[in-house]
Nanobody
Framework: QVQLVESGGGLVQAGGSLRLSCAVS????????VGWFRQAPGKERDIRTS?????????????YYSDSVKGRYTVSRDDAKKTVSLHMTSLRPDAAAVYYC?????????????????????WGQGTQVPVSS
C-alpha cells in the first residue's frame, strides 16, 4: 500500500514563503509521478475537483505549473528520501487552501496526465495553508 504524507503547512503572511513536503512510501518511488493540488476554503472537500498546482514527472526532468503559480512556485523531488517538495514564494491571499500531493506510477510526461486528478491513484490527507493579508 502506497501512503503519502504532506507536511509543512501553516499560517503564512501574504508575500511570504513556505515549503511543503510530500513523503511517499512507495518501494519503487523513482518511477512515480507526483502532483500537487489544492482546494480553496469553502469548497466541498473532494480531491477529484481540486485545482492543479504543480507536478513533476518520474525522473524529475519535466515539471508543470498552473498559470497562477508559474514563476513563484518550484516543485522538486529527492528520490533518495522519497520526497517531493513544493516551494512557494510571494504567496498571495488566494493561495489559501488545503494542499494535497498525489502520486502514481507511470512514465508519461504529458501535461494532460500530470495535471489531472484522474491520473493519480494515491493521495495524501492534505495540509492546510492559511494566508493572512
Amino acid at each position: 500500500q502506497v501512503q503519502l504524507v504532506e507536511s509543512g503547512g501553516g499560517l503564512v503572511q501574504a508575500g511570504g514563503s513556505l515549503r511543503l513536503s510530500c513523503a511517499v512510501s512507495a518501494r519503487t518511488f523513482s518511477s512515480y509521478a507526483v502532483g500537487w493540488f489544492r482546494q480553496a476554503p469553502g469548497k466541498e472537500r473532494d480531491i477529484r475537483t481540486s485545482d492543479f498546482v504543480a507536478a513533476i514527472n518520474w525522473n524529475g526532468e519535466t515539471t508543470y505549473y498552473s498559470d497562477s503559480v508559474k514563476g513563484r512556485y518550484t516543485v522538486s523531488r529527492d528520490d533518495a528520501k522519497k520526497t517531493v517538495s513544493l516551494h512557494m514564494t510571494s504567496l498571495r491571499p488566494d493561495a489559501a487552501a488545503v494542499y494535497y500531493c498525489a502520486a502514481d506510477e507511470y512514465y508519461s510526461s504529458s501535461f494532460g496526465h500530470l495535471s489531472s486528478t484522474c491520473e493519480y491513484e494515491y493521495w495524501g490527507q492534505g495540509t492546510q495553508v492559511p494566508v493572512s493579508s
